[in-house]
């Protein structure tokens, strides 16, 4: 693989950008490897500066589930940047993206639009807390919920504990009202809400885990959520930024029939701009500004040209039904990952929901962090550097998820396939 290129932008980015990157696992310093830098992409591939050509298995973490430069996402952006790319005024793009998601996802009333996951869920967090009047938030080990301060906390020891900062700039003071509990645990929820119960003003949790590798709860766990919020007056806030639109047409919540309080979106909602959006019942959205006491502002909150993309990406995916193929497609190709490392003995599991999984070098279950975190990381490594010399791009981390889209073609998976098979691990 060709990457003088590359080398060379990195050595300039280094003395302009800290580490020479712009979100730390671009750096790819957890598989040993060097920064690419991307020039172009198209469908499922992905074009470095050195004129390499990969297919690509992370899709932006998530976003483009149609593909890379979809052309009929493109020409309604063209349409919407040639009469201006931001107005810091309303439009009826964002009425109309909104009531997309309204009609989408069941849970779903009100919708305030922001400019990222991180954005949506520090607005949630913040309505959850006024409304309720409570200020302690309970999170698990190994969701990642943006880098806002209080959800980037830590477990400290035992079982069920306050979180200390897990980033330096993060007060301590943030960290104290944020509960860190084990994912998947719902004695754990239980035996917090009997101590705290009534401090508490939300639980915050990604349904489908993503950012500790690709976890799949039982629905007891969601359901058991549920009850312990409603019992305790609690709101229980859905992180479905990779979730949503990525299973199914709305959120996971709607294929498991578990209703939240409070919903964040992003990444597919934005077509590959950046967008969030925090929703839900009407009564709690209402506590917002300008109708209700909690402040949330942003200058480029529904941003024109990102709605555009937002809404042009909404109606492909309702009119084309992708989902079923998608998911039938993505277990074709886990189980041929599974049978060809079966048969050279490399030890490992799968975990996938629709179009999305996780390849860990672990050959036990995968159903929380400490069970992620028993994963081959130095494997895990070998495996994508070996994968990108072979043209394919997977992940930068074993604690990531790999997507496919629909763009994807079985000579792309054959070519994945044969890559696997050619591994020396």
Known sequence: MRNAKSAKLFKKALQVIPGGVNSPVRALKSVEAKPIFIEKAKGPYLYDADGNKFIDYCLSWGPMILGHANKDILSDVRKAMAKGTSYGIPTEAETILAEMIVKAIASIGKVRLVSSGTEAVMTAIRLARGFTGRDKVVKFIGCYHGHVDHMLVSAGSGLATLGSPSSPGVPKDFAKNTIVLPYNDLNAVKKVFAKEGDRIAAIIVEPVAGNMGTIVPPNSFLKGLRSICTKNKSLLIFDEVINGFRLTYGGYQDIIGVRPDLTTLGKIIGGGFPIGAVGGKKKIMDFLSPVGSVYQAGTLSG??????????????????????????????????????????????????????????????????????????????????????EAGIYVPPSQFEASFISTTHTQKDFDKTLKAIGNLKL
């Open 303 to 388: 941003n024109p040209v990102c709605v555009a993309a937002g809404i042009a990406t909404l109606k492909l995916l309702k009119s084309t039904k992708p989902y079923a193929k998608l998911n039938r497609t993505t277990e074709k190709l886990c189980k041929g990952i599974t049978e060809i490392l079966t048969e050279k003995s490399i030890g490992h599991t799968i975990n996938q929901i629709g179009s999305m999984f996780t390849l860990f070098f672990n050959d036990g279950a995968v159903k929380d962090f400490d069970s992620a975190a028993k994963s081959d990381t130095k494997r895990y490594g070998a495996y994508f550097r070996q994968m990108l």
